[in-house]
């Protein structure tokens, strides 16, 4: 299998290495900076040097890959930006794509997974201006492990272990309680409180340590380890709505995707309640506004 990683901060250099450990046969790196993604490579090397490891010094240079990963972020977190500015991360981000669509087409990149902020928001404009059939924010899955924290630390009690978060990855998350919680129990305060404390604790990782690091790449072990091994499964991914789900249609938002063989397949159908379709509405309403903003 052939996997390309464009962007090789903290996080790309951390999937690199574990798409090393699960047996991927060829990698491609590709950063802003040649010499360090050249001992990059060296050090990923000395891991298993079975794997092919390339560095392209220009993204012309690349083959048709099976699945590229969009791991870059010119943003620096200071004081006086907020923690969950998606405007001035997404212009940036955004720029960077379309500097790569003028470079190379994206068919090149088999299915693209958009690690890069906001997810949301780079998979609409990757799927509407890049030709990206093919191309998944991940995002969810790290929320859902989040609030998950938040009801344990809470004591709630449950009724299944299963948490599906759908909607906008961050502060516009919709914890989907009506499946985890018992209705006697749900109340519209529950689902502010979960969002709020689980923003909270983000928001002190960033002020303190800058962007997150661990919980992502824990996040997306379990997604790489499924996909490189092409088994059956269903997540939460950012996804570009060709038709309608819940009420909502020609955006990208976190919905369940089913995947058969390491292969996306449809949207997964679920049911949820309707508060729950109210604030999936909201969500996909600001996610709009958002992306017109950054535009």
Same mark, same amino acid.
């Given at each position: 299998?052939?996997?390309?990683? /464009?962007?090789?901060?903290?996080?790309?250099?951390?999937?690199?290495?574990?798409?090393?450990?699960?047996?991927?046969?060829?990698?491609?790196?590709?950063?802003?900076?040649?010499?360090?993604?050249?001992?990059? #490579?060296?050090?990923?090397?000395?891991?298993?040097?079975?794997?092919?490891?390339?560095?392209?010094?220009?993204?012309?240079?690349?083959?048709?890959?099976?699945?590229?990963?969009?791991? +870059?972020?010119?943003?620096?977190?200071?004081?006086?930006?907020?923690?969950?500015?998606?405007?001035?991360?997404?212009?940036?981000?955004?720029?960077?794509?379309?500097?790569?669509?003028?470079?190379?087409? +994206?068919?090149?990149?088999?299915?693209?997974?958009?690690?890069?902020?906001?997810?949301?928001?780079?998979?609409?404009?990757?799927?509407?201006?890049?030709?990206?059939?093919?191309?998944?924010?991940?995002?969810?899955?790290?929320?859902?492990?989040?609030? %998950? %924290?938040?009801?344990?630390?809470?004591?709630?009690?449950?009724?299944?272990?299963?948490? /599906?978060?759908?909607?906008?990855?961050?502060?516009? /998350?919709?914890?989907?309680?009506?499946?985890?919680?018992?209705?006697?129990?749900?109340?519209?305060?529950?689902?502010?409180?979960?969002?709020?404390?689980?923003?909270?604790?983000?928001?002190?990782?960033?002020?303190?340590?800058?962007?997150? +690091?661990? #919980?992502?790449?824990?996040?997306?072990?379990?997604?790489?380890?499924?996909?490189?091994?092409?088994?059956?499964?269903?997540?939460?991914?950012?996804?570009?709505?060709?038709?309608?789900?819940?009420?909502?249609?020609?955006?990208?938002?976190?919905?369940?995707?089913?995947?058969?063989?390491? %292969?996306?397949?449809?949207?997964?159908?679920?049911?949820?309640?309707?508060?729950?379709?109210?604030?999936? +509405?909201?969500? #996909?309403?600001?996610?709009?506004?958002?992306?017109?903003?950054?535009?």
């Amino acid at each position: 299998m052939k996997v390309l990683i /464009i962007g090789l901060g903290k996080l790309g250099g951390g999937i690199a290495h574990k798409l090393l450990q699960l047996g991927v046969s060829e990698l491609y790196l590709y950063g802003n900076s040649y010499d360090k993604t050249i001992g990059l #490579a060296f050090d990923l090397n000395e891991i298993d040097i079975k794997c092919k490891v390339v560095v392209l010094r220009s993204i012309k240079d690349l083959p048709e890959v099976d699945y590229t990963f969009f791991t +870059f972020s010119k943003l620096k977190w200071n004081d006086s930006i907020s923690v969950n500015d998606r405007i001035i991360d997404g212009k940036n981000n955004l720029k960077i794509i379309s500097t790569l669509a003028n470079e190379i087409s +994206f068919e090149y990149f088999g299915t693209i997974i958009i690690v890069s902020n906001p997810v949301d928001i780079l998979t609409r404009f990757c799927y509407e201006n890049c030709g990206s059939s093919k191309v998944f924010g991940f995002g969810n899955s790290l929320d859902e492990v989040r609030v %998950n %924290n938040s009801i344990s630390k809470n004591a709630i009690e449950r009724v299944s272990n299963e948490l /599906i978060c759908l909607g906008e990855h961050g502060k516009g /998350i919709v914890p989907i309680l009506s499946r985890t919680i018992a209705a006697d129990k749900l109340n519209p305060a529950l689902y502010e409180k979960l969002n709020k404390e689980t923003f909270i604790r983000t928001q002190e990782i960033i002020k303190n340590t800058s962007i997150p +690091f661990h #919980a992502p790449l824990f996040a997306l072990e379990t997604f790489l380890t499924q996909l490189l091994n092409k088994k059956s499964f269903t997540i939460t991914l950012s996804t570009y709505l060709n038709d309608t789900w819940c009420g909502v249609k020609g955006l990208a938002i976190g919905v369940p995707v089913e995947f058969e063989n390491g %292969n996306d397949s449809r949207f997964s159908k679920i049911e949820i309640s309707e508060f729950e379709q109210e604030l999936f +509405f909201n969500s #996909a309403n600001e996610l709009k506004k958002v992306y017109q903003s950054v535009l």
